[in-house]
């Protein structure tokens, strides 16, 4: 477990609660401004280096305060620019964090929660179920720690992370408020800079909440689809149960509606050899996103150890993508990057189950696509 020092993590504060903060310390609000700064473009965890900070109130922040990242237990990087972080949250547990570079587009793919509880059959953190909701401060500190290894603080800040994908371990609507804090620091010129087309959310389905979330931010949104109709849907994606494909749907077309500005829905759909590969899949599919604005995502899946899938040949898969290309839609299928770190789907699982086996509780996270906007599974989530 991570040390509770009983202070007040300024890392995961927005402009307002830090400002807030500030107030109920009898200090000015403008120094949130400053403080954020110091964080997040200059990746500081240090009153001290704070320059523009007199040293009285140094001395009072460090009192009460402290800017208190993720542990780092481990950082590699892959022959083809991929990066992969394991961090320890206050929990106990581990959950990573995946970098993937794509020409001058670099995607950081970031956890909401240690585990999940929604049990997706094909889906490697699923079968680990739920640990704990990551804190603010868990979920900026992996962009922050990313940022830092990058070494584009200060002078080239947000150039390596372009995109922010919520597609990591758990699902992100589950952990709404820590989530929606975090993603708007990704968002905040303070923050990260990043713009609301390059942040996005991933879900599962949890219909309620994606109407919510619509009523707070305005990032983009992807939805883990994986099955074309009910009957399947209810065995791959339990909560499917809870909100079927309709009232999905429905809120994600109220969502993407929201958003104007011919903003779309990506759909994320694994390809499981002869669970949901065939034509009459492809066909349902078509019919169930006519008229839909979308971007399909395939995501061949990468079996590991007892999961009791396999992957499609890649005639089937190219079959699946070409009677979905020929009906009209943008569709995508996603290659391996970062194999010889362990990112790449089929070890990255094999790694979690081995290091569940020594009784660490550990993640796996999912790798983004050949085109840096959307991750891979690795082990669909979310
Ligand atoms: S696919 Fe997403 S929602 Fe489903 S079990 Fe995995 S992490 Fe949870």
């Not at 009153?47 to 009192?63: Q, T, V, Y």
Request: net charge neutral; proline share 4%; glycine share 8%.
């Amino acid at each position: 477990m991570t040390a509770n020092t009983g202070k007040v993590n300024l890392l995961g504060l927005t402009q307002p609660q830090l400002e807030q903060f500030f107030e109920s310390i009898g200090e000015k609000r403008f120094r949130a401004g400053q403080v954020m700064k110091w964080i997040h473009h200059f990746g500081v965890d240090d009153f001290d280096a704070m320059s523009n900070i007199g040293k009285a109130l140094r001395e009072k922040l460090k009192a009460c305060a402290e800017i208190r990242g993720p542990e780092i237990v481990s950082e590699d990087i892959s022959s083809d620019g991929t990066r992969k972080w394991v961090v320890r949250v206050n929990s106990g547990s581990c959950v990573e964090t995946v970098y993937i570079p794509q020409g001058s587009r670099g995607t950081l793919c970031v956890s909401s929660q240690a585990g999940c509880a929604l049990d997706c059959s094909f889906c490697s953190t699923g079968k680990q179920g739920f640990n704990s909701d990551l804190t603010a401060a868990e979920i900026i500190g992996q962009v922050w720690i990313a940022n830092k290894s990058f070494g584009t603080v200060p002078a080239k800040i947000d150039r390596a992370i372009t995109n922010v994908v919520m597609m990591g371990m758990g699902e992100p609507l589950l952990n709404f408020d820590n989530v929606v804090a975090a993603m708007n620091l990704m968002m905040d010129d303070l923050g990260y800079g990043i713009s609301k087309r390059k942040v996005t959310l991933s879900t599962s389905g949890v219909a309620p909440m994606i109407d919510e979330l619509a009523k707070v931010i305005d990032v983009s949104l992807a939805l883990s689809l994986h099955a074309p109709n009910d009957e399947l849907r209810n065995q791959l994606v339990p909560i499917n149960k809870k909100y079927p494909l309709a009232v999905v749907l429905d809120a994600c077309r109220r969502y993407v509606a929201g958003l104007g500005e011919k903003r779309v829905l990506t759909v994320e759909y694994t390809l499981l050899k002869d669970v949901n590969d065939q034509p009459e899949h492809a066909a349902q599919m078509i019919a169930l996103l006519k008229d839909f604005p979308c971007k399909i995502n395939l995501i061949p899946f990468n079996p590991f150890p007892h999961s009791g899938y396999e992957r499609p040949s890649n005639n089937a898969i190219r079959r699946f993508q070409d009677l979905l290309h020929q009906a009209g839609h943008n569709v995508t299928t996603r290659t391996t990057r970062g194999e010889d770190i362990d990112a790449a789907c089929g070890q990255l699982v094999g790694q979690v189950m081995d290091r569940t086996r020594r009784s660490e509780r550990y993640i796996a996270v999912r790798q983004l696509d050949s085109e840096g906007e959307q991750p891979r599974s690795a082990g669909p989530r979310t």
